[in-house]
């Protein structure tokens, strides 16, 4: 059998050949990887926050959105999440001068991140600190792996920055997660509040005038088993009425505050050892959030 073209004859078998060859030696084209970035003239940041939380958003076109956020007692994070795109494994992270810049150079690797599947990229500190530091410098951040490039801009990034840092200047020293039960020692047979109690106090009252939500405090005192029913009961009231006049003193509303007393019942550890009966001497306090009502007075 034989092919004719023109009144050349190729036969079957030399055209065969001849396909394996040029298939032997064409280039594996490797496919492409999805690459996601705002076009410099379209790109926009936005700051929000309050004392209890500042962000950075970037949106990312046909992608997600990549959000700097800090709370209030908590270290910075970068959060990159995707709309639709799957995300997984690891992801190197760099910061690169754009092009149009005449201090281009080679990119700064920056570190590593990995994906919480199946839509996001959760960046740590200290990590996201420097890649705050490369945007403020006007260098681009990004995030690759084989398969997904997301490049986040630096174009209209310092305004907002400044908002930001003066917003995590002013965050609170601890979030509602850290305050939200908080347990207050004292010492055997005593009722008095001690410089880590005043201290712990001070921060439930500071988080409790600014968090608009808050609509009660819920004290309970406690006492270990060591002493009389009588005397146990006597000190937790009057342990539990310290810590409530304290957090009336700093600003926070007395109708707001219920106030209970427990004796020695409900312990916390055992009463058999030092250790168990010190935790037992106690006065817990709970915050409560709503969507009405705010106790503090000022």
Not at 65 to 77: C, K, S, W
Not at 107 to 132: C, D, F, N, R
Not at 211 to 237: C, F, I, M, P, W
Request: charged content about 25%; hydrophobic content about 40%; aromatic content about 8%.
């Amino acid at each position: 059998m034989a092919f004719h073209i023109g009144d050349r004859a190729v036969t079957a078998a030399t055209k065969f050949a001849t396909f394996l060859v040029c298939c032997a030696f064409a280039p594996v084209v490797a496919p492409a990887s999805l690459r996601f970035g705002a076009d410099p003239a379209e790109t926009q940041w936005q700051f929000s926050g309050d004392r209890m939380a500042c962000r950075l958003t970037h949106e990312i076109p046909n992608f997600g959105v990549a959000r700097f956020e800090q709370e209030a007692g908590d270290r910075l994070r970068l959060e990159v999440t995707s709309w639709r795109v799957e995300l997984s494994g690891e992801y190197a992270v760099d910061a690169e001068t754009p092009d149009w810049s005449a201090e281009r150079g080679a990119p700064e690797v920056l570190g590593a991140a990995k994906a919480a599947p199946p839509h996001e990229i959760v960046v740590g500190a200290p990590l996201a600190e420097s890649m705050l530091r490369a945007l403020y410098l006007g260098r681009f951040s990004n995030i690759a792996s084989d398969d997904v490039s997301v490049a986040i801009s630096a174009v209209g990034f310092r305004e907002p920055y400044e908002a930001y840092s003066r917003c995590v200047a002013d965050l609170l020293p601890a979030s509602f997660k850290q305050l939200e039960r908080s347990s207050i020692a004292f010492a055997t047979g005593h009722d008095d509040l001690d410089a880590v109690a005043t201290a712990r106090l001070d921060q439930i009252a500071q988080y409790v005038r600014s968090d608009h939500s808050v609509t009660q405090l819920r004290v309970d005192g406690y006492a270990d088993s060591s002493g009389r029913e009588q005397k146990n009961r006597t000190l937790s009231e009057s342990r539990a009425r310290a810590v409530t006049d304290y957090l009336v003193m700093s600003g926070c509303d007395p109708e707001a505050i219920e106030t209970r007393f427990h004796s020695s019942r409900f312990p916390a550890a055992t009463n058999d050892t030092d250790e168990g009966r010190a935790q037992n001497r106690r006065v817990t306090v709970r915050i409560v959030r709503g969507a009405a009502g705010k106790i503090a007075q000022r």
